[in-house]
């Protein structure tokens, strides 16, 4: 007679009996249709999250009513062309995410237990970091082919706000949020800002130039929510000055060509001259102060429960160090006995 493995329940109070577990939820809703509401939700309109799952807008509009009657309350509200969730519906949100979240550390273990590295990473960095964020995660997709890729690039307030929320695995920030959450932070690069000017204005070359002198050019600052913005006001405000603002923008690439074209100069991170060089049209300014050395951070909640594929580009980046710091001393040569000397002192 063939015999069979008996199978023992555990033996500690993680044993979950069959009769808790949610027989009707269980019957009448599926995956699909939460990952067709966690897109609505997410994105704020059915079309979007139909365009998102490449599904037509009746098929959409059709899962989520099944959903609805599942749980026996309206998920969302229509508010003009807008759709909100209700009470009901975020409560819905947060369990999809665990449950989301649960499948793809399972997804990644078995992929594990095959030889494989599948699953998704998903990431949100302040805007300053499209320099860089771009250049690691092709590298780290040399290495990790079967892993699906995610960026979000936005200012700082907006990167805390989807941390709040729990949008995503990993962040990149220039300085770590002290605003009540807490998180874990991972320094893996300097970030030097540097105060840059159009490359004829009549103070690139001069020495050691003051900050009061600075204060009275015309200057292009970043928007409201930037980190940068509340940097270089902080750097002023020290020293009874402050900036003879002549324009807002938000967006980098929009503030290098402001400066190029002769509107006024700026304070921005060394990493934004990554393509044309400290040599290019752009120049950087010898100020008092300056440069800031900074340094890049990796960032996520604290009681957040990384999936292996985050945990394996954490890794990644903190391995890529060396790279981002040669490449800022390859910039600005100057760079090199400056960070050795922070270096040092963070050591001690």
Known sequence: MKK???ISKPSDNSYTPPSAVPDHLIRYTTLRQLQVFEAIYRLGSFTRAAEELFLTQPTVSMQIRKLSDAIGVPLFEHVGRNVRPTEAGAEVYDACKSVFETLVNLEMKISDMKGLRRGRLNMCVITTAKYLAPEMLGEFSRDYAGINLSLK?????????RMHANEDDLYIMGQVPEDGLEVVSYPFG???LVVLAPRNHPLVGKKNIKLEQIAKEPFIIREPGSGIRDITFRIFESRGLK???RM???NTEAIKHAIFGGLGISVMSLHTL???????????LDVEGFPILRKWYLVHLKDKELSLVAKTFLEFAIEYEPIIRKRVEEMWPALKDMISKQDKKSAK
């Open 274 to 284: 990554a393509i044309e060089g400290v040599d290019g049209p752009l120049a950087v």
């Open 248 to 250: 807002e923008l938000g």
């Open 153 to 161: 690039i936005t200012n700082r307030d907006t990167v805390i706000e």
């Open 243 to 245: 900036p003879n603002v």
């Open 190 to 192: 300097p970030n030097p």
């Open 4 to 6: 069979t493995k008996n």
